[in-house]
Protein backbone atom coordinates (compact mmCIF):
# COMPACT_ATOMS: atom_id res chain seq x y z
CA UNK A 1 0.00 0.00 0.00
CA UNK A 2 1.44 3.67 -0.68
CA UNK A 3 0.03 6.74 0.89
CA UNK A 4 -0.64 9.22 -1.51
CA UNK A 5 -1.07 13.33 -0.55
CA UNK A 6 -1.57 15.69 -2.99
CA UNK A 7 -0.89 19.73 -3.25
CA UNK A 8 -1.02 22.71 -5.71
CA UNK A 9 -4.41 23.39 -6.03
CA UNK A 10 -6.06 26.71 -5.87
CA UNK A 11 -8.08 29.38 -7.62
CA UNK A 12 -6.88 30.55 -11.33
CA UNK A 13 -8.26 32.65 -13.64
CA UNK A 14 -8.97 30.72 -16.88
CA UNK A 15 -6.09 31.01 -19.48
CA UNK A 16 -3.95 30.56 -16.40
CA UNK A 17 -1.41 27.60 -15.00
CA UNK A 18 -1.35 25.39 -12.33
CA UNK A 19 1.10 22.26 -11.34
CA UNK A 20 -0.28 19.64 -9.00
CA UNK A 21 2.35 17.63 -7.28
CA UNK A 22 1.64 13.49 -5.82
CA UNK A 23 3.95 12.98 -3.01
CA UNK A 24 3.78 8.93 -2.29
CA UNK A 25 4.96 7.19 0.98
CA UNK A 26 6.90 3.55 0.36
CA UNK A 27 9.97 2.53 -1.25
CA UNK A 28 8.33 0.85 -4.35
CA UNK A 29 6.92 3.65 -5.94
CA UNK A 30 8.64 3.30 -9.33
CA UNK A 31 6.81 0.26 -9.46
CA UNK A 32 3.23 1.70 -9.76
CA UNK A 33 1.07 2.95 -12.34
CA UNK A 34 0.46 6.48 -11.64
CA UNK A 35 -3.26 8.43 -12.26
CA UNK A 36 -4.89 11.80 -11.94
CA UNK A 37 -8.44 11.71 -11.79
CA UNK A 38 -10.77 14.43 -11.21
CA UNK A 39 -14.38 15.11 -10.14
CA UNK A 40 -16.82 17.79 -10.65
CA UNK A 41 -19.73 19.12 -8.37
CA UNK A 42 -22.82 16.84 -9.37
CA UNK A 43 -20.64 14.87 -11.28
CA UNK A 44 -18.68 10.86 -11.40
CA UNK A 45 -14.97 11.05 -10.81
CA UNK A 46 -13.35 11.00 -13.99
CA UNK A 47 -9.86 9.80 -15.94
CA UNK A 48 -7.64 12.96 -16.83
CA UNK A 49 -3.92 11.44 -17.12
CA UNK A 50 -2.35 8.71 -16.36
CA UNK A 51 1.92 7.70 -16.38
CA UNK A 52 3.63 4.39 -16.71
CA UNK A 53 6.34 3.56 -14.20
CA UNK A 54 9.49 4.86 -15.63
CA UNK A 55 7.60 7.89 -17.54
CA UNK A 56 8.16 6.99 -21.27
CA UNK A 57 4.20 6.27 -21.52
CA UNK A 58 1.58 9.03 -21.01
CA UNK A 59 -2.43 8.82 -21.00
CA UNK A 60 -4.69 11.48 -21.66
CA UNK A 61 -8.28 12.23 -21.64
CA UNK A 62 -9.23 14.26 -24.57
CA UNK A 63 -10.29 17.04 -23.15
CA UNK A 64 -6.77 17.55 -21.86
CA UNK A 65 -4.91 16.74 -24.24
CA UNK A 66 -2.71 19.40 -25.43
CA UNK A 67 -3.13 21.20 -21.93
CA UNK A 68 -2.05 18.66 -19.57
CA UNK A 69 1.03 16.94 -19.08
CA UNK A 70 1.70 14.67 -16.25
CA UNK A 71 5.01 13.29 -15.79
CA UNK A 72 6.59 11.18 -12.58
CA UNK A 73 10.19 11.43 -10.21
CA UNK A 74 10.58 7.89 -8.75
CA UNK A 75 13.76 9.80 -7.04
CA UNK A 76 11.35 12.02 -5.38
CA UNK A 77 8.44 9.50 -5.21
CA UNK A 78 6.45 12.29 -6.47
CA UNK A 79 3.96 12.42 -9.86
CA UNK A 80 2.82 15.92 -11.15
CA UNK A 81 0.28 16.93 -12.93
CA UNK A 82 1.04 20.44 -14.83
CA UNK A 83 -2.40 22.17 -16.37
CA UNK A 84 -1.68 24.86 -18.92
CA UNK A 85 -4.58 26.97 -20.84
CA UNK A 86 -7.24 26.03 -17.28
CA UNK A 87 -10.69 26.47 -18.59
CA UNK A 88 -13.58 26.44 -16.18
CA UNK A 89 -14.75 22.98 -17.05
CA UNK A 90 -11.49 22.19 -15.41
CA UNK A 91 -12.91 22.97 -11.92
CA UNK A 92 -13.12 19.98 -9.85
CA UNK A 93 -11.33 18.17 -7.38
CA UNK A 94 -8.18 16.50 -8.37
CA UNK A 95 -6.92 13.18 -7.42
CA UNK A 96 -4.31 11.02 -7.29
CA UNK A 97 -4.40 7.17 -8.06
CA UNK A 98 -1.44 4.70 -7.68
CA UNK A 99 -2.04 1.36 -9.57
CA UNK A 100 -0.25 -2.36 -9.20
CA UNK A 101 -1.38 -3.47 -12.30
CA UNK A 102 1.77 -4.26 -15.30
CA UNK A 103 -0.45 -1.53 -17.31
CA UNK A 104 -1.28 1.52 -17.29
CA UNK A 105 -5.35 2.39 -16.81
CA UNK A 106 -8.10 4.80 -17.50
CA UNK A 107 -10.29 2.73 -15.16
CA UNK A 108 -11.11 4.08 -11.75
CA UNK A 109 -11.74 0.42 -10.58
CA UNK A 110 -7.88 -0.13 -11.20
CA UNK A 111 -6.21 1.77 -8.81
CA UNK A 112 -5.60 0.50 -5.89
CA UNK A 113 -4.71 3.66 -3.36
CA UNK A 114 -5.99 6.77 -3.59
CA UNK A 115 -5.10 10.70 -2.39
CA UNK A 116 -7.48 12.80 -0.31
CA UNK A 117 -7.80 15.34 -3.20
CA UNK A 118 -6.85 18.91 -4.04
CA UNK A 119 -9.53 21.20 -4.81
CA UNK A 120 -9.28 23.38 -8.35
CA UNK A 121 -10.99 25.94 -9.38
CA UNK A 122 -10.88 27.86 -12.45
CA UNK A 123 -12.98 31.41 -13.11
CA UNK A 124 -14.35 32.93 -15.94
Known amino acids: QVQLVESGGGLVQAGGSLRLSCAAS????????MGWFRQAPGKEREFVAAISWNGDRTYYDDSVKGRFTISRDNAKRTVYLQMNSLEPEDTAVYYC?????????????????WGRGTQVTVSS
Open 26 to 33: GRTFSSYR
Open 97 to 113: AASRRTYESVRISEYDD
